[in-house]
């Protein structure tokens, strides 16, 4: 397979110079003698036959999604000119482009209404996710909803009467033959009618993009497997089929004046639809291709992927951006160690002998380790050539002799360098290795594994006699060894102190155990008889063994020791362990000694476990010096992203850990063990390997002639196959589905080179992965062209609408929240500020609201910031001045949200008259579990609880909520005051239950719904959901940061079936929130679950808890 993946990437290299002129197409709008469509960023003119295509916009922001005004002469479009994604228009015959909304609500133009109004998509006035259709004129400015709560695309008949609307979005998810619960289909709303009807409820796969032709209506849809195009009548009937690829999708229909252009992989095609004519258009552009130009790269450290320190840590060897630098601490030069087009670099780090480099390297097609000189003079040379799968970190011996490395197959394997032979030593049936580290004479390896149970082992391997030892139990967790340089202990981390910081199981809101700080640090004797370095003075310890001689002792004897007569692997080493391997290029340098032979007997040696007397924490990254030792500590409640890096002293009182440097990301000793390299924020430092405070003044390793530059279309290229191996390698199933994957490498590798943006090579690795028909496929990120002004709006809090009659924008309604939250209200809402609907916003800082077209415009960047509000009461009272601080989009997002959630919360009291509780959960974060912990304890004594999953976004604590709906209750406690009872398990629920879930609940949030039904905790209410069960870790980064997500970890149940995956969870009682009832504030779900719930509670009520009689044990009967 690597020289299949080689040589096509040499035949698209050669093929790059022969398509200067091809763009990648996509997104087109027809007119009467012209197409418009979207390439390189930009928006384009060509006539309808194709041919030599013009430029229409230049700006960097990217433009896309262009429809043509009825009349032929204006050009409405998206953008994000300011760093956020709005509509605009333009004359057709070019000129500046004007904004028409002030939103930041990821608006979409979907087309012009019969009447000259531009008709988008936009979540901005939505309480939830969803997208809705509105119409803007682009004269007044004046804005109008379409009457419905979701529709993401949409278009009008000829009369403007009748809607056809694509309801749901994209899925969020590049998957092809898609069946799940939000699959994309088609409804139809005419005005003056009661509700939208649905018109494709017959296919269960994609139905969208729906376009109008002379009564009928025409979208794509995949009712062949393959997207192509379709028609119907005006009900949904007669259905006809237009076009027959059998190759690729069909993307972006666009119909006007009886023709259908459409973008097929990168090629626009042209369906004549009187004649059946179909046929790819010819077109060609008029373009420096400015954005494949050489690129410099700005901030390099924004790319780094790994940094490690020279033997003797007067240099660092980075890997940014897939290249190898190596970098001196403070004085020299910065030297690319290798560089070849089209090549990606992970992980380099030194060699022994400071002279060399050994890195991950994609040159051959494969994940392959190769050799590079530290120097940059010389060529690179592979090591291993056995690659399959991607590669993980690897770690030289200290004598140079070895590489140990382990793959994404749970495989460790030993490179022999003297003859580049690669032996698997280990393989894993659950998870990677870790923590891998060498001995001081090369002769052992000691690494993390897993045992059956999933705990973490410490294991070492015997080179000599090819075998490896576990020595850690399964009780407890094991990890980071770390050897002393005198080969005497090996140093260990392992989470055994499981005392909790919960004592007890009395609360509000059900405490349980937390084992916070559980991990110790360990040291294990290698042979028997060793006294510790850091067991207090005796009257018995050696002489020498005294406080001011612990670092002394600590030197490696002068002496090999002797053979133990016990089980050890004590042998002399092979002649090659013993040679000097870490001189570096200095000559000057000393020789060094070699290292005294590490003896093991291994027969016992886990009753010489011993701990070091050093508080627990939550230690990770052990690493030990002759004088010390030195870990991270971290901040639990900030997940990783706080770590602390300590030191302990090695000696035998007054044992003390200290804080080397806070807030760091990394570190890594030397090996020399004489330095530290620390990465905090974007710096490296090298100080001294001391346990104190580290002194960073000076010592920061000088980044500034680090320059970086990238062939556009070299990255690009490499970026698409590797995005095709890292699916390969890191998809769940290893069959890939059944689809040959190498055909799909062949079939949409030719389009590289028609790539001309980042953007458009997202598009292509979309197209590509969605052949795996899965869900958690995400493409996003990567270096997309920005514009360079970045506005953000600042918002009130409130709907409001322009009403010139009133002098003002008209407050139509304050977004409510929960008065128990007040850090929840709007700004409007505010103690002193108190706008309610009605009233009328006259002026923001002094300027009239109607003096702009939008008063959004007023209001660019003004989020956190005090502004001056004019406004008057809707009665015409006098107007009055308020300071308010507007929110920022994501917290007017969650304003918003919080709206419905709070007011799903009323409307079940409201209904149930406070008989059913209500708990909403958001996402399945562990953040999310703050929704729990809010919703659920203050009502788990109601007769009824109704837990809301609907429009979940997912997470991983389906565990957390569904073990404590589990807990049963079996027995109370009463005391003589006569309180009412209190039970055991303390706040479990006694009544009855019900979940609502629906087509956007995904992931996590599916995984509680089918959870629920399955444990018979009560019905589940709504509609079927996404469909997206096989979990992911979105490790797979590519070069630039972006990724193109695997699914990684399916899931299915103990009957032997996979769940939830592509179809969804279906529910027990199906109700539909259809869209226009639900526009109106109808929610016929959760209506429903009440309506049952209270039914159960009618004919299963919860009986009363009440104690027996009090026990009679006297003598005298009653």
Known sequence: MKIAIAGLLLALSAAAAQAGSLGYYRTPAVGEAIIVFAAEGDLWKVGIDGGTATRLTSHPGEETTPAISPDGATLAFTAAYEGVVEVYTMPLSGGLPTRRTFENGRASVCGWTPDGKVLYATDHDSTLPNQQLFTIHPGTGAREAIPLSQASYGAYDAEGQTLVFTRLPFNGSHTKRYRGGTVQNLWKFQAGAGEAVSLTADHPGTSKDPMWWEGRIYFAADRDGVMNLWSMDADGQDLRQHTHHADYDIQSPALGHGRVVYQLGAELRRLDIASGEDRALSIELESDLDQTREQWIRKPMDFLSAAHPSPDGDRVVLTARGRVFVAPHRQGRVVEAARKPGVRYR???????????????????????????????????????????????????????????????????????????????????????????????????????????????????????????????????????????????????????????????????????????????????????????????????????????????????????????????????????????????????????????????????????????????????????????FFTNVDRRSGDSKRRLEGVEIKNENVEVKTVLADIKSYELSADRKKLLIHKNDSLFLVDAEPKPADTDKKDVVLRNLTLSVIPREEWRQMFTEAWRLERDYFYDRNLHGVDWPAMLEKYSPLVDRVTTRAELSDLIAQMVGELSALHTFVRGGDLREGPDKVGLGFLGARLRRADNLGGYKVEHVFRHDPDMPERASPLSRPGVSVVAGDVLEAINGQPTLSVPDFAMLLRNQAGAQVRLRVKPGDGGDARDVIVVPLTLSAVEDLRYHEWEHTRRLRVEELSGGRIGYVHLRAMRGVDFTDWARGYYPVFNREGLIIDVRHNRGGNIDSWILGRLLRKVWFYWNDRAGNPPVWNMQQAFRGHMAAICNERTASDGEAFAEGFKRLGLGKLFGTRTWGGEIWLSANNFLVDNGIATAAENGVFGPEGEWLIEGHGVEPDVVVDNLPHATFLGEDAQLDAAVKHLLQQIEEHPIPPVQPPASPNKSLVPR
């Open 347 to 629: 992980r380099a780090r030194f060699l022994p002998d400071g002279k060399s480099l050994v890195a991950l390297s994609d040159e051959s097609g494969e994940i392959e380790l190769w050799k590079l000189p530290a120097d940059g003079i010389g060529d690179p040379v592979q090591l291993s050539q056995n690659g399959d799968v991607l590669r993980w970190d690897s770690l030289p011996s200290p004598d140079g002799r070895y590489i140990a490395h382990h793959d994404k197959n749970y495989r460790l394997w030993l490179l022999d360098l003297r003859d580049n032979s690669d032996q698997k030593i280990d393989e894993s049936a659950i998870d990677s290795f870790a923590d891998l580290a060498w001995s001081p004479d090369s002769r052992f390896l000691a690494y993390t594994a897993h045992a059956a149970n999933a705990y973490r082992q410490v294991r070492i391997f015997r080179v000599e006699q090819k075998a490896a030892t576990t020595i850690t139990s399964d009780r407890f967790e094991s990890h980071s060894p770390a050897w002393s340089p005198d080969g005497k202990w090996l140093y260990l981390l392992s989470d055994r102190n499981l005392e909790s910081a919960v004592g007890s199981p009395w609360g509000a809101n059900q405490p349980e155990p937390f084992f916070d700080r559980p991990t110790k640090v360990y040291h294990i004797a290698l042979k028997e008889g060793l006294r510790s370095p850091f067991q207090p003075q005796d009257e018995l310890a050696p002489a020498d063994d005294k406080p001011a001689d612990a670092a002394k002792k600590d030197q490696p004897d002068d002496k090999p020791a002797e053979k133990s007569a016990s089980a050890s692997d004590g042998e002399q080493a092979d002649g090659d362990s013993s040679k000097n391997a870490n001189a570096g290029d200095n000559p000057d340098k000393p020789a060094e000694k070699p290292p005294t032979p590490v003896q093991i007997e291994f027969a016992g040696i886990e009753s010489r476990l011993q701990e070091v007397p050093v508080p627990p924490g939550n230690y990770r990254d052990l690493t030990v010096t002759p004088k010390a030792l």
